[in-house]
């Protein structure tokens, strides 16, 4: 194959010769490293998109991210036939941006990343939105691959004015561009005192996510999850705008309007919190007024088609893609996370509303909570063994199958957190109500969740310590009971 069509073999849907192509590349790197070099700075300035891209791609991997035999007269010759290929007023910013991750390499490898930092300044200060995207995607790249923690901290003040004047931009793409510059910078350094100054452009920050999810939502989701590496990085950024973040994230999720993806990511972020820093978090009262029932009111959205869920049982352990299933792991996530007490003060109001709803779908939402919060509040609940059980219960009978299908599982869930003395004081009440399920329950979904939840109750009654083994034989006599 003739090298100047190896390019357009990787692009190829022949698998056959882009891995004939892939081949020769290799060869040629060791064979003729020269002349491959300049077939990729030729292409990368080609007027087809797709070629030029792949050539900046192939072109890092080659030769920088594999530096062995490149000269600093390589170095430099590279650096500027990609400087001389940049045009921000044909290219697109996708093209931009594979050429920025080849300047970044480059500048590194030469140590002249200060140089790249002045060259990103300039280009900030352009009036070309595309330009000044693609200053903020070079820095951002500098921030998490390149710069050291002593240049990150030494330029803070020129960091933070060039930020703080592109989260002010009358372009949205440039807006959350910088977002994304300003969170990767802050993500990128260690000094808490550096990210602390930092903290006045955390309200502007939310602002653009908000506005980036009313004109462009695949912006503000990207907004989203640069938010969720910051906290992961440093939750002490949301010191001052802790309350501010939660209210709008609450309003996110519960906003049908926006993508199931984009609402989850938005969970995430305080999720991450609660993760990272829940003391400060429990200081919060929108966490138990507005989160917590944010949670709860996703979670009710669960399929209404009967037909449909009967047919599935995907999601149901909160690994699913949908609003329903994301709700079911962010509540178990977040009880563990935030503790007893604070759960408690936010599942009372919930749990008051939920349980005795006319609608189904918030009843089913109520007792499925109940469950997913039970690991979190067990010292609660064993000391109130009585009442807890008689509310987990009490779905059991209730008018719509759905209802009583979470309840089961919100038996299963408090029997594991109350077990072995659950059993053993309510089984007169509980096991019928579980045989009479899988007796004459219609659905086959719902016969099936009865005896989980029997054997559940049954493997709380076995007691693996030997001193114990009266209790157990004990607990074998409740189950004879039963028998016929």
Not at 66 to 83: C, I, R, T
Not at 121 to 145: G, H, N
Not at 358 to 379: H, N, P
Not at 413 to 434: D, I, M, N, R
Request: glycine letters at 4%; hydrophobic letters at 40%.
């Amino acid at each position: 194959m003739e090298t100047a069509n190896l390019v357009q073999a990787i692009l190829g849907a022949d698998n056959t010769a882009r891995q004939r192509a892939e081949t020769q590349l290799n060869s040629q790197r060791t064979t003729d490293p020269a002349g491959l070099m300049q077939l990729f700075m030729t292409n990368m300035k080609s007027d087809q998109t797709e070629v030029a891209q792949i050539s900046c791609v192939l072109f890092k991997k080659y030769f920088l991210e594999n530096s062995e035999g490149v000269s600093p007269d390589d170095l430099q010759q590279m650096q500027e036939a990609v400087m001389a290929s940049l045009n921000f007023q044909t290219q697109p910013l996708l093209l931009l941006k594979r050429k920025g991750d080849v300047l970044a390499k480059v500048y590194a490898l030469r140590g002249e990343n200060e140089a790249l930092l002045k060259l990103v300044a300039e280009w900030a200060q352009s009036t070309d939105a595309v330009a000044k995207q693609f200053a903020l995607y070079v820095f951002e790249t500098l921030s998490e691959c390149h710069l050291t923690p002593a240049q990150l901290s030494s330029h803070q003040g020129g960091f933070h004015s060039i930020f703080e004047q592109a989260l002010q931009d009358g372009d949205m793409k440039v807006k959350v561009a910088a977002l994304k510059a300003t969170v990767t910078f802050l993500s990128s350094i260690e000094d808490e005192a550096v990210v602390n100054s930092f903290r006045p452009l955390m309200a502007p920050i939310l602002n653009i996510m908000v506005e980036a999810l009313k004109s462009d939502e695949t912006q503000g989701k990207l907004a989203l999850e640069s938010m969720v590496e910051l906290t992961k990085a440093h939750s002490q950024a949301w010191k001052d705008t802790g309350a501010q973040l939660i209210e709008i994230v609450s309003q996110i999720i519960t906003a049908k309007d926006f993508e199931e993806g984009t609402r989850s990511q938005a969970a995430e972020v305080v999720l991450t919190l609660a993760s990272q820093s829940p003391a400060s978090l429990r200081k919060l009262n929108e966490a138990k007024t507005l989160f917590f029932p944010a949670l709860v009111q996703m979670l009710a959205e669960c399929e209404e088609d009967d037909e449909v869920w009967t047919a599935t049982t995907e999601g149901e352990d909160g690994t699913g893609n949908d609003v329903h299933s994301a709700a079911i792991g962010a509540i178990g996530r977040f009880s563990i996370d935030m503790k007893e007490n604070f759960i408690l003060e936010a599942s009372r109001p919930v749990f008051q509303e939920s349980l005795t709803h006319a609608d189904w779908k918030i009843r089913q939402a109520g007792y499925m909570t109940f469950g997913l919060v039970a690991e979190s509040c067990r010292d609660y609940l064993k000391a109130n063994l009585d009442s807890a059980m008689q509310t987990a219960c009490k779905g059991l009978s209730d008018e719509n199958q759905r209802v009583r299908y979470a309840a089961l599982s919100c038996v299963a869930l408090v029997l594991t957190e109350l077990s072995p003395v659950a059993q053993q004081k309510h089984h007169q009440e509980l096991v019928p109500a579980l045989l009479n399920i899988i007796k004459n329950e219609q659905s086959l979904k719902l016969q099936t969740h009865g005896l989980s939840c029997l054997i559940n109750f049954t493997n709380g009654l076995i007691v693996e310590d030997d001193q114990e083994i009266n209790e157990t034989q004990k607990s074998g006599e409740i189950l004879t009971q039963y028998g016929d």
